[in-house]
């Protein structure tokens, strides 16, 4: 199976801050990378599919990017809204591996 | 709109099985791969498997092979997820999500509301 590892674990950052949070593939995916968004008691929600994608509706303070084994989803400004967990999965192979998760904080 | 509505919470105690349910509608059902997806308290999400909503074909993860198994009704546009020889770890809530393919890429584009599985 191919293991996704996200850091950091957890983040605690400013409004209006850019973040940037990075998912590691123990093996090559090309660009078969998503990322989701999970609120507390909610289900996840696709931020970013193939890597680079922003999925209809989501914001565009979102961008992701990478191949191969390295990626990363940054936010350009951030915003009181995005206070969540973040997960990158691959899509690569099965099974569609998911990464630990970020948990993002406002300061 | 297209939704996924999965089924209530369920209490089950070791060892019995548990059948979710995952109603899909607003959307052509048998277009769509379903995979199911489960996450334990405070955990990462973890892939199940994927079913076919239009000819039933099946895939599981390695670790539940022997123990799961994953129907579909065509006639109610509805997806079952069953889980046997449930054991404490198997505790968690339970996501049903439909497959968005372009090209050659997918990602889980909705997901039901998920089902919460207690074992006790």
């Known amino acids: 199976d191919i293991q996704m590892t996200q850091s950091p674990s957890s983040l605690s950052a400013s409004v209006g801050d850019r973040v940037t949070i990075t998912c590691r593939a123990s093996h090559p995916i090309f660009s078969y990378l998503n990322w989701y968004q999970q609120k507390p008691g909610e289900a996840p929600k696709l931020l970013i599919y193939?890597?680079?994608r922003l999925q209809s509706g989501a914001p565009s303070r979102f961008s992701g990017r990478g191949s191969g084994t390295e990626f990363t989803l940054t936010i350009s400004s951030l915003q009181p809204d995005d206070v969540a967990t973040y997960f990158c999965q691959q899509s690569y192979n099965t099974p569609h591996t998911f990464g630990q998760g970020t948990k993002l904080e406002i300061k | 709109q297209v939704q996924l509505v999965q089924s209530g919470a369920e209490v089950k105690k070791p060892g019995a099985s548990v059948k979710v349910s995952c109603k899909a509608s607003?959307?052509?059902?048998?277009?769509?791969?379903i995979h199911w997806v489960r996450q334990a308290p405070g955990q990462e999400l973890e892939w199940m498997g994927i079913i076919n909503a239009s000819g039933g074909s099946t895939s599981y993860a390695q670790q539940f092979q022997g123990r799961l198994t994953m129907t579909r009704d065509t006639s109610t546009s509805t997806v079952y997820m069953e889980l046997s020889g449930l054991r404490s770890e198997d505790a968690a809530l339970y996501y049903c999500?439909?497959?968005?393919?372009?090209?050659?890429?997918?990602?889980?584009?909705?997901w039901g509301q998920g089902t919460t599985v207690t074992v006790s």
């Open positions: 607003g959307h052509s059902f048998t277009t769509y791969y």
């Open positions: 999500a439909r497959e968005f393919v372009v090209g050659a890429h997918s990602a889980f584009d909705i």
């Open positions: 193939a890597s680079s």
